[in-house]
């Protein structure tokens, strides 16, 4: 049973994933509810989607939109990018995936392996990929890790002068009662060398800060 939801999981990701594919269309009609508010500070806004059986709250920096937003079968995925940013040209990217039935089928490790061998397909240069181990994120166990490319595979064709670029980011796996959830935070820029990533195990908390203020509600 593991090993065929593996299977599912990889092709999944593979056929839906916008942010790995710059033809995706954007943005599709909302399928779940979302609400924004702006905290007491107004320098962040807190979002609210509907994924199958849980709220899912969490913070992000004011002017930041949805990108994308798509329900396929068993499979959520919302992308956030920077305003004056697309799926198509980001430096900076938030995505949460929801996997309805899934948490029994397999663990949060292997799930986390999995996408790290997905993820070598979009990668020219070389993996970074830092197992950080579990972790509790809005109450809930999760596995999470640094996964990124030193220098990505060219993503907007031999029409643009854009320059190559490296990809980090941090990514958590969170298991609830019955769904998995995947959620990261990503950047992009220059392209970097595998021995100094500009992410690592002691520099990541202040980039995934709004990230870990992710709640949870029925």
């Known amino acids: 049973m593991k090993a065929c939801a593996t299977l599912i999981i990889i092709g999944g990701l593979l056929s839906f ?3 790995f594919n710059v033809m995706a269309k954007e943005p599709q009609p909302f ?3 979302i609400t ?10 807190k979002k609210e989607l509907s994924i199958f059986s849980n709220k899912v709250s969490f913070v992000l920096p004011t002017g930041w939109k949805m990108a994308f937003n798509a329900e396929r079968g068993t499979m959520y995925k919302a992308e956030f990018v920077p305003a004056g940013e697309s799926l198509s040209d980001w430096s900076d990217l938030f995505c949460i995936q929801g996997f309805e ?8 490790a292997q799930f986390l ?4 061998d997905t993820y070598q397909q979009s990668c020219q240069g070389e993996v970074v990929y830092n197992q950080l181990g579990m972790t509790q994120i809005g109450g809930k166990e999760a596995y999470h890790g640094i996964i990124g490319c030193t220098a990505m595979k060219n993503l907007y064709g031999s029409a643009t002068s854009r320059k190559q670029q490296g990809e980090i980011g941090y990514y958590a796996v969170i298991k609830d009662t019955d769904d998995l959830y995947l959620m990261h935070k990503s950047m992009r820029g220059s392209v970097f060398s595998q021995s100094n990533p500009p992410l690592n195990a002691s520099n990541h908390r202040d980039f995934i800060s709004n990230m870990l203020t992710v709640k949870f509600s029925r």
């Open 17 to 19: 994933s916008p942010s």
């Open 31 to 33: 399928l779940n509810t």
């Open 36 to 45: 924004a508010n702006l905290d007491s500070e107004g320098g962040s806004t």
């Open 101 to 108: 039935g899934l948490a029994d089928n397999i663990e949060s």
């Open 113 to 116: 392996d999995n996408f790290a």
